[in-house]
């Protein structure tokens, strides 16, 4: 992508015009080298951020390598949540792999199942569940199906041999998408209780 060329003279302003600086206000350029300034340092930090997160990630995977050495056991990987406490319980570390799950189309049969079964039961008992049902089933504005609405009709105690078929459906069309790690740090306050070293600026 070839950069764009602005004359001495003018900024380019949000939709691409070329303003002559003779023209802007004071306070837009000061509002512009404000927010640009801690923006550029922004971008800093989370780069500096993201070098510790990798480093303190492979740390805590070379520690595990090292610890499962003493009973011969290879790790294996990367995957699986563990907690790290240091040995006077000051510190703890908490590394979770937090997997991405999605449906493939047999969550189509699924549905298709479940309102088999709903019109086979009475009428009026089972009003509650299909509210449930249709609510689980609807889509974000991303069109994406809420995981966690899908696995709680699992939950549910219902030993219909249809609802039981639909719920293996769902199963089966399960997948990990993705695995994104996280690693998180406490440390021990007087209290005994392990507060976050926080390490989001939003929430400081």
Known sequence: MTEKTIPNGYWEDANGALIPVSKIKDIDKDRHRTVSALCEQAKQQSATLLDFKTTAMQAVSEFIDRSLAAYDVKHGGKKGNVTLISFDGRYK????MQESIVFDERLQAAKALIEECIQSWSRGSNANIKVLVND???VDQQGKISTGRVLGLRRLEI???KWLHAMQ???D???VASTKPYIR????DTSGTYCPIN???AAV
């Open 93 to 96: 570390i908490v590394r979770q």
């Open 136 to 138: 689980a089933f609807q």
């Open 159 to 161: 030993t219909d041999e």
């Open 169 to 171: 459906a769902i199963g």
């Open 173 to 175: 069309s399960m997948q």
């Open 185 to 188: 740090f406490y440390e021990r």
């Open 199 to 201: 390490l989001d600026v």
